[in-house]
């Protein structure tokens, strides 16, 4: 049986809207599902706020470049790396870094686009809201969007057991 509602939070909008070279394709391909009519995607607001946040910290270059420039430096000095390959790595982390950073400036505007995207139903969630949809057995036949599973892919849980996105 295919599910009805999918509910997705902060870790999908972030799977969304990250640098597309760590974006999983499976997120997309939810958002591809629920244009297709599929089912309907729903997402609480306050998750839209928590990604804007997330993602300039999590994602910003210097952090993982940084490791990798000390690395390239030692090895140099150690006689392990030719000046012209530490050279080459640099160019390649100054490039990672200027495209990366380019990404993070659209976060906000992309942020935008998705909140208005018309196949997402973009919803505030109250406790009060919560304990309502418990109560009325709602939560029976809920379907969320998980970023981890056993085998590391991104998937669906439905009645206590993992989907991939593929399987739908």
């Known amino acids: 049986m295919k599910p009805q509602a999918v509910f997705v939070e902060t870790n999908w909008v972030v799977d969304i809207l990250k640098p597309e070279h760590l974006q999983t394709p499976q997120a997309a391909q939810l958002l591809e599902f629920a244009e297709a009519g599929e089912f309907e995607l729903h997402l609480p607001a306050i998750c ?86 418990v109560s009325i057995g709602a939560m029976d036949t809920l379907v969320t969007y998980s970023t981890h599973s056993l085998s590391g892919e991104c998937g669906l849980l439905s009645d206590s057991s993992m989907r991939t996105l593929t399987e739908l």
């Open 48 to 133: 839209l706020t928590e990604a804007r946040e997330t993602i300039p910290r999590r994602f910003t270059p210097r952090n993982d470049s940084n490791d990798l420039r000390k690395f390239v430096q030692w090895a140099k000095r150690q006689g392990k790396l030719t000046t012209e390959d530490a050279n080459a790595a640099f160019r390649v982390f100054d490039k990672f870094d200027g495209l990366v950073t380019n990404e993070l400036t659209k976060v906000p505007e992309r942020l935008r686009e998705l909140a208005q995207h018309p196949n997402l139903n973009v919803f505030p969630l109250s406790e009060s809201m919560l304990e309502r949809q």
